[in-house]
């Protein structure tokens, strides 16, 4: 499985940007899938994951409210959406995949796509 991640960029503090996240293969629908992120000089860090069939999602803390991950199997891709930025979103954003668990945790997922950057200014 590869995954393709897009929809970062610069946005103000209170603003919104949506995180697409898009896997190659035909057995997308088996996969559970998250996002992680981390900032400069921070560790990597979980933010959501929904199920393989989007019945369950889960959520960091502190994106609890903000952020939404939904997903569309039909088109092999899972969102992010992100409303009420803070600049400590600020991150380099990651789209993962696992076939046996929902991703909360950054060790023994299966597949990590190339992060997109998010910014959000002050």
């Known amino acids: 499985v590869q995954l393709q991640a897009s929809g970062g960029g610069l946005v103000q503090a209170g603003g919104s940007l949506r995180l697409s996240c898009v896997a190659s293969?035909?057995?997308?629908?088996?996969?559970?899938m998250g996002w992680f992120r981390q900032a400069p000089g921070g560790e990597r860090e979980f933010v959501s994951a929904i199920s393989w069939s989007g019945a369950n999602t889960y959520y960091a803390d502190s994106v609890k409210g903000r952020f939404t991950i939904s997903r569309d199997n039909a088109k092999n891709t899972v969102y992010l959406q992100m409303n009420s930025l803070k600049p400590e979103d600020t991150a380099v954003y990651y789209c993962?995949?696992?076939?046996?668990?929902?991703?909360?945790?950054?060790?023994?997922?299966?597949?990590w796509g190339k992060g997109t950057q998010v910014t959000v200014s002050s």
């Open positions: 993962v995949a696992d076939r046996s668990t929902v991703p909360r945790r950054d060790y023994g997922v299966d597949y």
């Open positions: 293969g035909r057995t997308f629908s088996s996969y559970n």
